[in-house]
C-alpha cells in the first residue's frame, strides 16, 4: 500500500493536486498541495495551484540559469506562473490549452505542433510531451518537498489518480497514459465530473443517501476557465441499497470562463471606442480582461451591486496618465454573460453549428455558438427524454451565482416545474483534485464507487464489396467494436468474421468514434463511414510476423476482433486467429512522430 | 586571557560546541600551574602567534559575513520595492509627476493600484496592527510592553497601570515570504525596460 493517495485535476487552464495520507483513508481530508514553479526569470515560489503554460523562451528572453529549479539545473522551458505571464506577452513562445490538443480532431496529439505559432520548429514539441512536463514538474516539485527525505514518500511510489475530461476518447485517454508513463509514473484515470461528484460524496459521507432518490438522474455541470463538460449520472436501487451509475457524457466543448471575460472585455472595448474614440492595444485588453474578470465575480455574486470601476493602468511608466477606466453596470454583466452565454432556450435546441465565428484564430476546434445552455440541451436530448432532477455545479464559473441560477432556471424551464435539486457543499475550484483523492480511496473499498460505461462507440473501417467502379472508390463501411456503454474493466469478442490479416505485412484499420450513436451493438455494420456522427480517430495496424511455414508471406489469415476495455477507458483491440493455432495480435494505434507537414496543419486550421 | 580560555572561544566561534570538548586544555587532571621551562615558553610564544594568525583570518572571514549579510539586506529591500512595483506599480506611480493631472485621472489610478500593492503587502508581508483595537478609544498598555513597538507619547505616568488613548494602533510584517531567487539577476532592477518587436 502507498503511503500517500494523490489526485491531479490536469485542468486545461489550470492544475491542482490534493493528497491524503493513506493510512488514515477513512477519516482524512484531502489536503492542497502547494507547487513550487517560476514565477518570474530567476525566481520561484509555491503557489496553490499549477497553471498549465508551457514557456519555451529563444536565449535572448531570459537571463542564464533564470529557469532552473532545485531539481533541473540549465533548463530551457518552464512550466506554471511565469510562462502564463508570458502567454499574452510572447504568444508565439507559449503552449496553453495543450489537453484540449490531445483529443482534438485531425491532429496527432503525439506530432511536435505546440506552440502552434511559433517561428523555430525544432523548439516544438507535441500536446503528449507538454503533458508529460506538467506531470513530472508535480512529481519533481513533490519530491523536492513531501518526498524529499523518504524513499517510500516519492511522488512515482504513491496511489495517483489523474483526471481527464469525461469528454476524452480512449485515444485521448491512451495518449494520457502515454504521457504519464513518459514522466515514470503509474496512474489511474477518472472522468472530471465523476470526480467532482466524488468530492460531493466525500462531503455528505454519511447521509448522501437522504439527498438523492433512486430513479432520479443528476447532471454534473462542470464549467472551468476553458472547457465545459457534462456528465449524468443515475441513481439507482440495487436490492435495497442506492447505487450511481454514469450513463451519459457529453462532447469536449472549448467554451469557458476565460470566453466570459474576454467577451466581457471586448464588449467594454468596443464602448471604449464607439463613444470615446479609445483604441486599446493587446497590453490594455489584457488589463481589461483580468478587471472584468473581477468585475464579474462582484456582480454576479450580488444582484444588488452597482456599476463596477473597471480600470486599465497605463503601460508605460506614466503610470496615471496612461490609465483608461470605465465601468460595467449590473445590466451590461447581464447582457454580454447571463444572456450571451446563458440564454433561456427551449430543450429543442442546438447551438449553431457554424463554422466561421470569431472566437476561430488558432487550431483548436473552439465552439462557433457560445450559449452554454444550448450545448446542455443538445446533451440532455440526445441521452433521452428523462430530464435531470439534481445537479451539482462544478468549476470557477460556477461560483457567479447569476449564471448557475439561469442554468437552474433554464432546466426547471423544460422540467416544467420549479424543483431542480442544487446539490451543495464543494469547492467550485478544488473539488476535482480532492474528488480524485476520494476515488483513490474509493478504490480500496473505502465507499461507494460509481459505476461507468464507455461513454463513446467505437468503429473500425471494413471496405465494402461492390463491383469496381473506375475513379470511383468504394464506400467505406464501419464495424462497430465497442458499443456506447460498454463497461468497463471488460472484454468482448466482436461477431464478424470476414476480416483478414496479411502474413509478412502491416495491416491498417480506419477507426473512428461517436459521442452520439448509442443504439449501435457490436458487430452492427454502418455502410458509410463518411458521416458526421462519427469522427476519425488515430488509424489501428497490427503486423503479422512471418514466422510458420506453413503460413509463409502474403498468406491471408482470417481473423475475428476482440475490444478490451479497461478500468480507466481505454481500449485495446486484439486480432484472434479464426480456427488453426489461435494466434492474437494486439492493434496498435498508427501515431506519427513526424513534423506536420504545412498541408497538415492548414487542414487542422480550416 | 588565558591560553586554553582563547582556544576555546575561538573553537567556539568557528566550530560549535562539539569543538569546544575536544580541545578544551588542560584537561582537569592535570597539575594547573605547571613550572616554567624554556622548551614550553618557546611553544607557548609559538602557539600564541599561530593563534594571532587564526584570529586574524577569523576576523577577514566575519568581515565577508558582515558584507555579504549587508548585500542579502541590500538586495531585499530592493526586491521588496520590485514585489510592489511588478504586482502593484507603485514605484511607477510615486516616480511620475502627477502635478498636472485631475485628482479624478489620479484617483482611478490609485484605486486600482491601492488594490494591487494591498495584496502584496498581506501575501508577502502579513501586515497586521500591533494594537488591534478601535484608535481614539482608551487602551491599557501592558507592564511589559516593548518600546519599539509601542511608543508612548504626552504625560507619560511613571508607574503603571498605563492607561492612554490609542492614537495609532501601528503595523507589522507578521512574516516576510519572498520568493527564492536564483540564476542571473541584476538585483538592483526593480523593473526591467521592455522593448516591443512589431
Redesign the interface.
Known amino acids: 500500500m502507498s503511503q500517500y493517495i494523490i489526485g491531479i485535476d490536469l485542468g486545461t487552464t489550470n492544475i491542482a493536486v490534493s493528497y491524503l495520507n493513506a493510512e488514515e483513508a477513512e477519516e482524512a481530508v484531502p489536503e492542497l498541495f502547494a507547487i513550487i514553479q517560476i514565477t518570474d526569470q530567476g525566481e520561484r515560489d509555491k503557489r496553490a495551484t499549477l497553471p498549465s503554460f508551457l514557456y519555451l523562451p529563444d536565449d535572448k528572453e531570459v537571463s542564464k540559469k533564470a529557469l532552473d529549479l532545485p531539481w533541473a539545473a540549465g533548463r530551457d522551458y518552464c512550466v506554471g506562473a511565469f510562462a502564463r505571464k508570458n502567454a499574452q506577452l510572447l504568444p508565439g513562445k507559449v503552449i496553453s490549452s495543450a489537453k484540449s490538443w490531445l483529443c482534438a480532431q485531425n491532429v496527432d496529439p503525439d506530432s511536435k505542433i505546440l506552440p502552434w505559432n511559433h517561428e523555430d520548429p525544432s523548439r516544438k514539441i507535441s500536446p503528449v510531451t507538454a503533458t508529460q512536463r506538467f506531470l513530472e514538474h508535480l512529481r519533481d516539485a513533490w519530491n523536492d518537498s513531501i518526498g524529499a527525505d523518504d524513499a517510500k514518500a516519492k511522488f512515482q511510489k504513491q496511489d495517483i489518480v489523474l483526471t481527464v475530461p469525461a469528454s476524452f476518447n480512449a485515444v485521448a485517454r491512451d495518449m494520457t497514459m502515454q504521457a504519464a508513463k513518459k514522466a515514470r509514473l503509474e496512474v489511474t484515470l477518472l472522468e472530471e465530473p465523476q470526480a467532482a461528484f466524488y468530492s460531493w460524496l466525500q462531503a455528505h459521507n454519511e447521509n448522501w443517501r437522504d439527498r438523492v432518490a433512486a430513479g432520479e438522474l443528476i447532471l454534473v455541470c462542470d464549467i472551468g476557465g476553458g472547457t465545459t463538460d457534462f456528465s449524468l449520472i443515475k441513481v439507482t436501487d440495487e436490492g435495497g441499497d442506492l447505487d450511481l451509475q454514469r450513463v451519459a457524457v457529453g462532447n469536449h466543448i472549448l467554451l469557458g470562463g476565460d470566453n466570459m471575460d474576454l467577451a466581457m472585455a471586448y464588449g467594454v472595448a468596443a464602448r471604449l471606442l464607439e463613444e470615446k474614440g479609445m483604441k486599446l492595444d493587446q497590453y490594455q485588453i489584457a488589463g481589461l480582461t483580468h478587471a472584468c474578470r473581477e468585475a464579474k465575480e462582484v456582480l454576479c455574486a450580488d444582484a444588488s451591486a452597482g456599476p463596477q470601476k473597471l480600470t486599465v493602468l497605463g503601460r508605460g511608466s506614466s503610470v496615471v496618465g496612461g490609465t483608461v477606466t470605465t465601468e460595467v453596470t449590473m445590466e451590461q454583466m447581464q447582457e454580454s454573460l447571463v444572456d450571451g452565454f446563458f440564454p433561456l432556450c427551449s430543450i429543442d435546441d442546438s447551438p449553431q453549428q457554424s463554422t466561421k465565428a470569431g472566437l476561430r484564430t488558432f487550431g483548436l476546434d473552439y465552439e462557433a455558438d457560445p450559449a452554454v445552455t444550448k450545448h446542455l440541451a443538445a446533451f440532455l436530448s440526445r441521452h433521452g427524454d428523462e430530464l435531470p432532477a439534481a445537479i451539482l455545479f462544478n468549476g470557477g464559473v460556477t461560483k457567479a451565482n447569476a449564471l448557475t441560477s439561469r442554468i437552474v432556471e433554464t432546466i426547471n424551464g423544460w422540467r416544467g416545474k420549479k424543483d431542480l435539486t442544487v446539490l451543495e457543499g464543494t469547492d467550485a475550484d478544488l473539488a476535482v483534485a480532492h474528488g480524485a483523492c476520494w476515488y483513490g480511496n474509493v478504490r480500496q473499498g473505502n465507499a461507494i464507487r460509481i459505476r461507468a460505461g464507455s461513454a463513446h462507440s467505437y468503429y473500425v473501417a471494413i471496405e465494402s464489396s461492390m463491383p469496381a467502379v473506375p475513379n470511383v472508390s468504394p464506400p467505406v463501411a464501419a464495424l462497430c467494436v465497442v458499443q456506447f456503454g460498454m463497461e468497463e474493466g471488460t472484454s468482448q469478442e466482436i461477431p464478424y468474421s470476414g476480416l483478414g490479416l496479411v502474413v509478412g505485412e502491416t495491416t491498417e484499420f480506419k477507426f473512428f468514434g461517436s459521442a452520439d450513436r448509442t443504439e449501435d451493438n457490436a458487430g452492427d455494420i454502418l455502410s458509410d463511414a463518411n458521416r458526421d456522427d462519427l469522427h476519425n480517430l488515430p488509424s489501428l495496424s497490427a503486423k503479422l510476423p512471418v514466422e510458420d511455414k506453413n503460413t509463409p508471406a502474403g498468406t491471408l489469415v482470417p481473423v475475428r476482433l476482440r475490444a478490451v476495455l479497461s478500468e480507466i477507458g481505454t481500449l485495446q483491440l486484439w486480432c484472434l486467429e479464426e480456427g488453426g493455432s489461435k494466434r492474437e495480435w494486439k492493434l496498435e494505434y498508427e501515431i506519427r512522430d513526424a513534423e506536420p507537414s504545412d498541408n497538415e496543419g492548414k487542414e487542422a486550421e480550416e | 586571557m588565558r591560553i586554553s580560555d582563547a582556544f576555546q572561544a575561538f573553537f567556539r566561534v568557528l566550530g560549535g560546541a562539539d569543538l569546544v570538548d575536544k580541545a578544551t586544555l588542560p584537561p582537569p587532571s592535570e597539575p594547573t600551574t605547571p613550572e616554567p621551562d624554556p622548551e614550553t615558553e618557546k611553544k607557548l610564544v609559538e602557539a600564541e602567534a599561530k593563534l594571532a594568525e587564526a584570529v586574524a583570518s577569523l576576523t577577514a572571514a566575519e568581515d565577508a559575513q558582515t558584507e555579504a549579510a549587508e548585500v542579502q539586506f541590500r538586495d531585499g529591500a530592493v526586491y521588496g520595492l520590485l514585489l510592489l512595483q511588478?504586482e502593484g506599480?507603485l514605484i511607477?506611480?510615486l516616480?511620475?509627476n502627477?502635478d498636472d493631472?485631475e485628482d479624478e485621472?489620479?484617483g482611478?489610478?490609485?484605486?486600482?493600484?491601492h488594490r494591487d500593492c494591498g495584496k502584496v503587502l498581506q501575501e508577502n508581508f502579513a501586515m497586521t496592527a500591533i494594537v488591534d483595537e478601535s484608535e481614539n478609544e482608551k487602551t491599557v498598555v501592558s507592564e511589559d510592553f516593548d518600546p519599539s513597538a509601542i511608543k508612548l507619547t504626552g504625560k507619560v505616568p511613571s508607574e503603571p497601570p498605563y492607561k492612554g488613548f490609542l492614537r495609532h494602533k501601528g503595523w507589522r510584517a507578521t512574516k516576510v515570504h519572498f520568493?527564492?531567487?536564483?540564476?542571473?539577476?541584476d538585483p538592483t532592477v526593480v523593473?526591467a525596460a521592455e522593448v516591443e518587436f512589431i
Open positions: 511588478r506599480r511607477d506611480f516616480q511620475e502627477v493631472y485621472q489620479i482611478a489610478a490609485v484605486r486600482q493600484i520568493p527564492t531567487r536564483s540564476g542571473k539577476i523593473q
